[in-house]
């Protein structure tokens, strides 16, 4: 895969088991090698199966106890805006499945507020686009009042929406703020938070990790380039990578010439 962000490419693995091993280890690599320059890195993670099986196998690494979490921020793609200890939060998942277990400040892991914290949807929507801001780089050249996640790692819907940014509504075209609220969701629950196109399409390197023949129908319109507006996750790119991580039952639909067998 070359360093181009635009150049999509798909690594295949036999099934979601073998798939989440392989994003776990491509992930603690990425970490243990920042961190061992010394440098600060930001990561946004995303919810659902998938996501939550990576991090649970990023947790069985050996290396995940040896890395200094101080010099690691994690943040979350979406949320959803419900009760802080609702099962339906993202951020609930991610500490049972990883972050918990991890000798990282608390003020590292950034999260969006619940409906417990006295906000409303959109005053909790300002208040993370707030938090993103304070770790907004000097250099803005190639992003905005936001870090630029060195991975963001996204799911993918059967309707080929990523986050909360679903085909063919109003969220997906929001391009002059970080955040966004979410009322009447197409998928329950109904209101939610989720970071916009420009914060996505700034991160240094986008990870889609999809699984399931349920997929294989979005997985191959995001390929072929149909419009993000109708194809979300068609839209989404980073800076340097943009890769498909996929199974067996996802790729069926995926063009022959966009398999990567060297990654």
Known sequence: MTENG??????????????????????????????????????????????????????????????????????????????????????????????????????????????????????????????????????????????????????????AHIASLFPDRSEISVTDRATVPVRDSPKPPPERISLTRPVINSSKRVWMVIAGADKAAALGLALAGASYQSVPAAGAKGRRRTAFFVDEAAADQVPPQLIDREY
């Open 6 to 159: 635009s150049a999509k490419r798909v690594i295949i693995k036999r099934d979601a088991e073998t798939l989440a091993d392989y994003v776990a280890t491509r992930f603690v690599n990425r970490i243990v090698k920042r961190v061992a320059e010394g440098k600060r890195m930001h990561i946004c993670l995303t919810g659902g199966t998938m996501g939550g099986a990576v991090l649970r196998s990023a947790a069985r690494d050996p290396r995940a106890s040896e890395i200094d979490w101080s010099l690691v921020h994690f943040w979350f793609g979406d949320e959803r805006f419900v009760a802080r200890d609702s099962d339906d939060r993202n951020d609930r998942q991610a500490r049972a499945a990883l972050l918990d277990g991890l000798d990282i400040p608390a003020a590292n892991i950034h999260t969006v507020a619940s409906t417990d914290d006295g906000l409303d949807l959109d005053a909790a929507a300002i208040a993370y686009a707030d938090e993103l801001a304070q770790f907004a780089p000097s250099d803005r050249s190639e992003t905005g009042p936001w870090p630029s996640f060195d991975i963001c790692f996204l799911g993918v819907g059967p309707d």
